[in-house]
């Protein structure tokens, strides 16, 4: 069974950090482009940041610049390092892996529906 855990989620006053990591099991994703998608009530599941098989990262213009995205092959994890946390962060926050595609090691996706493997999402609420 194929398995994406988000862990890491909580709450934070705005201004500060969490650190949100997601933890595969029953595949190893080493070739997989994987990445983080967000979702607040009342809207579309949103993409965050996504990175490559070969470590290249991508990111939503909401957050470039404060949220970093990384990725431990050998852990079978990706984590996201989220910075200056704002009010409009809050949302639950999914893990998704793309699958074997035969991507290019710079291969990023943006899109939910290029990947095939989700976690159940993790809360994160930063108040103002």
């Known amino acids: 069974q194929v398995q994406l855990v988000e862990s890491g989620g909580g709450l934070m006053q705005a201004g500060g950090s969490l650190r949100l990591s997601c933890a595969a099991s029953?595949?190893?994703?080493?070739?997989?482009?994987m990445g983080w998608f967000r979702q607040a009530p009342g809207k579309e599941r949103e993409f965050v940041a996504a990175?490559?098989?070969?470590?290249?990262?991508a990111y939503a213009d909401s957050v470039k610049g404060r949220f970093t995205i990384s990725r431990d092959n050998a852990k079978n994890t990706i984590d996201l390092q989220m910075n200056s946390l704002k009010p409009e962060d809050t949302a639950v926050y999914y893990c998704?892996?793309?699958?074997?595609?035969?991507?290019?090691?710079?291969?990023?996706?943006?899109?939910?529906?290029?990947?095939?493997?989700w976690g159940q999402g993790t809360q994160v609420t930063v108040s103002s």
């Open positions: 998704a892996a793309a699958g074997r595609r035969g991507t290019a090691v710079a291969a990023v996706f943006r899109n939910r529906n290029e990947y095939d493997y």
């Open positions: 029953g595949r190893t994703f080493s070739r997989d482009a």
């Open positions: 990175i490559s098989w070969g470590g290249y990262a």
